[in-house]
């Protein structure tokens, strides 16, 4: 079976099986996402992400079932969903919660879901995430939703994947200086108050406005909510003067509040990136960062392979018995393998 | 000034101006850096980890006075504080937390207290945090207590400098499923509930509980607090059977409760890390971790100071357009700095 072909077709098992191919990265994974990336660059990519108890699952169910509506405008959107979850990178953590969700949204041809707990070392799930992202736009999914949990730096290499970014936030979460970091609505396009029912909604949504009012400069024009906005006495806006203000959508995940309007706020960024030229650069980005893992994972790979048998465990010895220092022992191993560039031209 | 004599001397200024070199990269802080290698190894590191709202840093201020109190069995101990915020990578995050604890234990010459957002890149945060720990160490800290918010993996890539690590959890942050990760359960050397006078600490506890039966077997022989334990009816234990099963110890950070006994099951753990060999394996692998890092940076550094002028941007043009795939633009790039190993020998 040819399996990049049988992507490229709409077959279901092909799509399965060249994912955990990809997943493990053998052979047959790396020729099949060279053969499909071409076919690349065309869904939305959209992150989601939030502390623990934000119920971003729910969410991005509720958001999936959504697209599967037919809309006025047209046909129902097809939706790719990939579930990281760097916080079990010995267990399959992500697996209980795919199982909820697969029953939820089971049988609809329209929806593929992959989960994924984080595999090998550094990079390595940022990596592996993109592959599988770029597999899925190719097999034609209108958007794919990228959930991850938390906060920290993998998820924010992980988000760095999608065009938009949501932000997902819920009142009581502890301490509001703790929850609502100003790093990560900086990476936010649309933030998202879900569980919006609960006491404390005014609060975190108070929160949010205030943090947002430092980290994003009062802007003479705005895109609000994907139309531009003329302040009055102002010149009309310039479409390089455009500004996006993330807006706050408050949601209830449990009976669909507010997901229509989180679907409108994500089709407007969308058109806010293309009318700005912000898509080709953040698609730049995108692929750049991609490079770099790749460029990183073969050089080291490639370096190990050259050493002397025994060099490296004889530098990790000489480091626990402090004869040698981190960087003495990366010298020493460098000067082993005598790497040889060619000289610049 | 001797910048590394000034550390080992105990002078406060050379350290905080050291720390600063070291995690700005510059090369006095790298010549710092390897001066003081030798001079490390004595600390006790211990990281705290935890979702948002679980009370950390309060537990950790709370843990630094406890150390400076006189024991029955000798002086106070000496602590040094390392705060990562890996949620705040383009402000600074940590600054608030900082201020909040700097008056708290503010004016004690045996603590030092260091915070730090996220710097750089891939892998540049555990490198960076590695590096101030071990400035910390060789100025003679008897503890050094890493703390560091979430659970994602660059979390865990800080909580493996430790010797121990510490997983706290608090009653009612959303859905246990979501908030006791077996993942994270794998990683934990003790476990706390802070917030031990809220509602719900019970069902918290038991959560907890219930995951630690599933990613601990039951073993024969426990070291139970540092302190052998004989199963009835089974010979005594022999130490190379030895077991450590994680406590769980309830504590409330804001009146010091369950404090006293978190530190003593940071002292068994020690205790039962050198008696079974655990704390010299862990160190070797702490050095092997860092090594790989250094040597990862390392090596990109020098492939991308040796690459042609341009051939980069022009990889990542021929990407953006899809006339390459990310693969092959990284063998175009390996094969133009034309990689030259020796043969292992």
């Known amino acids: 079976m040819n399996l990049a072909q049988g992507v490229l077709d709409g077959d279901r098992l092909a799509l399965a099986r060249t994912l955990s191919q990809v997943e493990n990265g053998t052979a047959e994974g790396k020729s099949a996402l060279s053969a499909l990336f071409p076919h690349t660059g065309k869904a939305h990519l959209v992150g ?81 995430t993109s592959a599988i992202v770029q597999v899925l736009d190719a097999a034609g999914y209108d958007l794919v939703l990228i959930e991850t949990v938390g906060a920290g730096q993998s998820e924010i290499d992980i988000v760095r994947l999608a065009h938009t970014t949501i932000v997902v936030e819920a009142p009581g979460l502890g301490d509001d200086i703790q929850a609502i970091k100003a790093g990560i609505l900086e990476i936010a396009d649309v933030l998202v108050v879900n569980k919006a029912d609960l006491p404390g909604v005014e609060n975190t949504e108070r929160a949010l406005r205030g943090s947002l009012s430092l980290s994003h400069p009062p802007a003479q024009r705005v895109l609000h909510h994907g139309r531009m906005v003329n302040v009055p006495g102002q010149p009309p806006p310039d479409k390089d003067e455009l500004v996006w203000i993330p807006p706050i959508q408050r949601t209830v995940a449990l009976d669909g509040t507010g997901i229509p309007e989180l679907a409108d706020a994500i089709a407007n960024h969308k058109i806010y990136l293309e009318a700005t030229g912000a898509w080709q650069r953040r698609e730049r980005w995108r692929l750049q960062t991609e490079l770099d893992l790749l460029l990183q994972n073969t050089l080291v790979t490639d370096f190990r392979a050259h050493l002397p048998a025994g060099a490296y465990e004889q530098a990790v010895d000489e480091l626990v018995s402090r004869r040698i220092t981190p960087f003495q022992a990366v010298e020493s191993l460098v000067s082993n393998a005598d790497i040889k560039y060619k000289e610049a031209t």
Chains 1, 2 share one sequence.
């Open 48 to 128: 989601i992400t939030g502390a623990s108890g934000t119920g971003k699952s729910s969410l991005v169910n509720q958001l999936a079932r959504y697209y599967r509506q037919p809309t006025q405008t047209g046909k129902p959107r097809t939706v790719g969903i990939v579930a990281v979850d760097p916080t079990s990178p010995f267990t399959g953590g992500a697996i209980l919660g795919d199982r909820i969700r697969m029953r939820d949204l089971a049988g609809d041809p329209g929806v593929f879901i992959r989960s994924m707990a984080t595999r090998g070392s550094l990079g390595g799930l940022a990596s592996a």
